[in-house]
């Protein structure tokens, strides 16, 4: 399957400037999005959102032609 990715922030300059941090990704079908960060070699805790939506997740399954933005989590606030 391919994944559309789109990176932010830091994660971005692990690309060529080129891209405009975009870039797909083909993945094995049923492939999480903890496979994804993976893939692209990215260990911190980042912010996600696939199609849209915010996800926390790391075990969603990813499908065929998802577009999954991926930025560095902002810190703050006091959780309760």
């Known amino acids: 399957m391919k994944v559309n990715v789109v990176l ?3 994660l971005r300059e692990r690309l060529a400037k080129a891209t405009r941090g975009r870039l797909t990704v083909e ?3 049923g492939s ?3 496979d994804l960060r993976a893939h692209l070699g990215i260990q911190a805790q980042v912010g996600c959102s696939i199609n849209g939506q915010m996800e926390r ?3 969603r399954v990813l499908q065929d032609g998802d577009e ?3 930025f560095q989590s902002i810190g703050g606030g ?3």
């Open 8 to 10: 932010y922030g830091m």
């Open 57 to 59: 997740d790391p075990e």
């Open 32 to 34: 999480r999005l903890a």
């Open 27 to 29: 993945l094995p079908d």
């Open 68 to 70: 999954v933005h991926l």
């Open 78 to 80: 006091k959780e309760k």
